[in-house]
């Protein structure tokens, strides 16, 4: 092995755990609940000693801490890569309209695809954390904040293409974020028969939308 490989490869393999770890965290968090989820059963999904758990992560607060980064980051780069790929002008009525549309299926992606996970953060919004997740309980707000920062900036282009009326132009922003968090609701507290229609509920949110806030 040359000089230098050997410092790539541990690391390679620390990441490698350090995914593994998280993939068995959300199971288990989504199953058990955050207050009922244990470390080791973490370990024991995940593949890897209880000792190794710790060594990635000091405890239950920084691990779900870790998890929801994680997915933070995700999240936001699945909105970004989504809004980069639309070639209609952002100046125009069209453009806004693709972007809102890739906006609004990257979230909605992002969701599926960590559906159970969703759906026990949405439930443990009843509930306060704060003393048993100090660290971790800040992440989801912080993480909305970004992507409504990301929507508030694609609204006020909605309007400058005149694709949305400017006297809502404060409350739109607020209002399709509002219809994106009533999809996760219903995910969460309504049985839904089937896998749940991505394009079908991004096209009858957005005919909503602008059937009330467009030009």
Known sequence: MKPGQQPALRQRIRETTAEAILA?????????????????????????????????????????????????????????????????PVTTPTGFRDRLRAFLMAVLTHKQAHRRFFQILMQGEIGRYQETFPSACHVPTATMQEVFSRLDKLMKQGVRARALRADIADLAPVLFMGMIRSIMIRDTFVKIDGNTDLVGDADRLLTFFFQGAGT
Do not use: C, Q
């Not at 965290?25 to 609940?33: I, M, N, P, R």
């Not at 000091?58 to 070639?87: F, Q």
């Open 24 to 88: 068995a965290a959300e199971e288990v968090f989504a199953s058990k609940g955050l207050h009922a989820a244990h470390m080791g059963e973490i370990a024991a999904l995940a593949g890897v000693a209880v000792g190794t758990l710790y060594n990635h992560f000091a405890d239950r607060d920084a691990l779900l801490a870790g998890l929801l980064e994680d997915r933070r980051v995700e999240m936001l780069a699945r909105i970004d890569d989504a809004l980069a790929t639309v070639a209609s």
